[in-house]
C-alpha cells in the first residue's frame, strides 16, 4: 500500500470514529470554533456548536468535544450562546457592475469583494461579466491572497446580444464552441446566456457539457428569435435565471410582458415546473431584482441596516444622489408581486432543491448587491418558503448549481471551510443573517467590521478627472 494511500486511511478512520478518542491534536495555524449554535444544513435544525475545527481550510471537525484539548496553538473564536453559525453563502447571479453615471456598467472588483465578504457571501457567480479579463485578474489576486474576497467563480463573458459588441450575425456554432474551450480553459466556473440565439445555445451547452461545467441563462418567450426556456431545457440547460418560461411565456410578445400579468395557477405553469423537476433544472429566482427598479420600494426588504452610500466616495456618492431616484419601471413592479407566488408555486411543486439565490443588483449607488443576498432570503421567507429553506437556497443549492456540492455549502468534515458567523437565531427571524460578526473563506478568519472600514469611501471615482477615466471605461450591457 502506497504511503500516501496509507495516510489518507488513517485520516477517513480518524474522521469515523468516535469523536472523544480520535481527536487530533489541535496545530498552530487551526481555527477552532467554541459554544454558540449551528445551523445543521441536513436536519434544518439549529442545534449547540459543540466544536469546530478548521485546519488548512478544510473542516476537520464538526460536532467536535473539545473537553481536555490543549488549544493554544489555535486561533480560538469563542461564541456567544446568541450567535450562530451558518455555511459560507452563495450569490449565483453576483454583478460586481455598478452604473454610477447613467453611462453604463462598470464592473467594479477592487471594493465589491470585501462588501461580499463582509456581508458574508464567500461565494459569487457574477453571471456575466462586462470584464471579463479585469474580472479574471481580481480573481487570480484574490487566490493568491494579494487581495481579500470571496470566491469568484468566473463566469467570463455573455454569450449573446448583453455581450457588447455582440452580433449574431458574426457568430457560427463553432466559434461559439472554440470560444468555450477557451474560457473553460481559464477556469471559468460555468457559462452566461443572454440574448442568445438557439444554435448558439445548443453549441455552448454542448461544449460546456464537455467540461463538466452548466450553463445558465436569462432567456426570453421565444418571440424575434429568442430562446423560451422551455426550449433551452430540451437543450439541456443546466439552470434558468429570472423566469421559467413555457407556454404561459407566449412567444408572439416579449417574455416581461406575458409575466407582468401572469397568473401562477395555470396548467401552463405547473407543467412547465414539472419539467424543471424531471430534468433537475436550478431557478435562480432573482426575486428582490425587480424590486430594486420602482419607488417607493417594498418597505418589508428595501431597509437599510447599514449606510450602504457610504462606501461609494464622496464624490461618486454626489453624482449617484443627483440621478436618484431613478424613474419608476411600473411593470417591474408588477412582475415583482407575481415573483413571490411564482417562486412559492414552484417550491410546494417540489422545487426545493432547484431554487438557487441570486442577486442580480448591478447597483447605481443606491443599494449594493453584497447586501442584497439578506434582502433575497427575506424575500424567499415573505413568500412562505420556511427560513431553513432559504438558508439552504443560500448556500447548499447554490453549491450544487456550480456542481460544487461536494466541496462547498454544509458545514461537513472534509468539505471546505467556508462559513459565516451571525448574530441571532435565522430561523426565528431571517434578517438576523444581516448581523454577520465572523467570516471563514479559505481557512482565513475575517472580521466583517474591519472589512467595512477598508471599504468604507472607496468605491467608485474620487473625482472628476477619474470619472472621466471610469466612463471612458463603461461596457455597456444589461
Ligand atoms: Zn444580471
Do not use: C
Not at 498552530?28 to 439549529?46: C, E, M, P
Not at 455582440?166 to 468555450?180: C, F, H, I, S, Y
Not at 453624482?319 to 413592479?333: G, K, V
Not at 458567523?421 to 472580521?447: A, W
Amino acid at each position: 500500500m502506497g504511503i500516501r494511500l496509507a495516510t489518507a486511511l488513517v485520516l477517513a478512520v480518524a474522521l469515523a470514529a468516535p469523536r472523544a478518542q480520535s481527536l487530533p491534536s489541535v496545530q498552530a495555524g487551526d481555527i477552532v470554533i467554541t459554544g454558540g449554535q449551528l445551523f445543521d444544513s441536513l436536519s434544518g435544525r439549529i442545534v449547540p456548536n459543540t466544536g469546530i475545527i478548521v485546519r488548512q481550510g478544510i473542516f476537520l471537525e464538526v460536532g467536535a468535544s473539545l473537553q481536555g484539548l490543549d488549544l493554544g496553538a489555535a486561533d480560538v473564536i469563542g461564541l456567544a450562546e446568541s450567535e450562530t453559525v451558518l455555511p459560507g453563502l452563495f450569490d449565483l447571479h453576483a454583478h460586481y457592475a455598478i452604473d454610477l453615471f447613467g453611462a453604463g456598467r462598470v464592473d467594479e472588483y477592487t471594493i465589491n469583494p470585501l462588501i461580499f465578504l463582509a456581508n458574508g457571501v464567500t461565494s459569487t457567480f457574477p453571471g456575466g461579466e462586462v470584464d471579463p479579463e479585469g474580472m479574471m485578474a481580481a480573481r487570480r489576486h484574490i487566490e493568491r491572497g494579494e487581495q481579500i474576497g470571496p470566491r469568484l467563480h468566473s463566469s467570463g463573458p455573455y454569450f449573446g446580444t448583453a455581450r457588447p459588441g455582440w452580433r449574431n450575425a458574426d457568430w457560427t456554432p463553432e466559434r461559439v464552441r472554440r470560444e468555450v474551450d477557451e474560457w473553460a480553459a481559464r477556469g471559468v466556473r460555468g457559462f452566461k446566456a443572454k440574448g442568445i440565439a438557439a444554435d448558439h445555445l445548443a453549441a455552448l451547452i454542448d461544449q460546456a457539457h464537455k467540461y463538466g461545467l452548466p450553463v445558465t441563462g436569462h432567456l426570453d418567450s421565444g418571440a424575434r428569435g429568442s430562446v423560451n426556456p422551455r426550449d433551452a431545457i430540451s437543450m439541456g440547460i443546466d439552470r434558468i435565471e429570472h423566469f421559467m418560461g413555457g407556454d404561459a411565456i407566449s412567444g408572439d410578445r416579449g417574455a416581461y410582458a406575458s409575466l407582468e400579468e401572469l397568473d401562477v395557477n395555470r396548467p401552463e405553469v405547473a407543467a412547465i415546473m414539472r419539467r424543471y423537476i424531471e430534468r433537475s433544472v436550478n431557478y435562480d429566482a432573482t426575486v428582490t431584482a425587480y424590486g430594486y427598479w420602482f419607488d417607493p420600494k417594498d418597505e418589508r426588504i428595501f431597509t437599510t441596516w447599514m449606510d450602504e452610500q457610504s462606501f461609494l466616495t464622496p464624490y461618486a456618492r454626489e453624482a449617484a444622489n443627483e440621478r436618484l431616484p431613478r424613474r419608476s419601471n411600473d411593470q417591474f413592479e408588477r412582475i415583482y408581486e407575481v415573483k413571490f407566488g411564482e417562486v412559492k408555486k414552484f417550491y410546494d411543486a417540489g422545487g426545493r432543491h432547484l431554487i438557487t439565490l441570486g442577486t442580480d443588483h448591478p447597483s447605481w449607488g443606491e443599494f449594493l448587491a453584497g447586501f442584497g443576498t439578506h434582502r433575497e432570503m427575506h424575500a424567499f421567507v415573505l413568500a412562505g418558503i420556511p427560513p431553513a429553506d432559504a438558508i439552504r437556497i443560500a448556500t447548499i443549492n447554490g453549491a450544487r448549481a456550480l456542481r460544487l456540492g461536494d466541496a462547498l455549502g454544509t458545514i461537513e468534515p472534509g468539505k471546505l471551510a467556508d462559513l459565516v458567523v451571525v448574530r441571532g437565531n435565522p430561523l426565528e427571524d431571517i434578517r438576523h443573517t444581516r448581523n454577520v460578526r465572523h467570516v471563514i473563506v479559505r481557512g482565513v478568519h475575517h472580521d466583517p467590521r474591519a472589512l467595512f472600514d477598508q471599504a468604507r469611501g472607496k468605491m467608485g471615482p474620487a473625482s472628476e478627472a477619474e470619472a472621466e477615466w471610469w466612463k471612458g471605461n463603461v461596457r455597456l450591457g444589461r
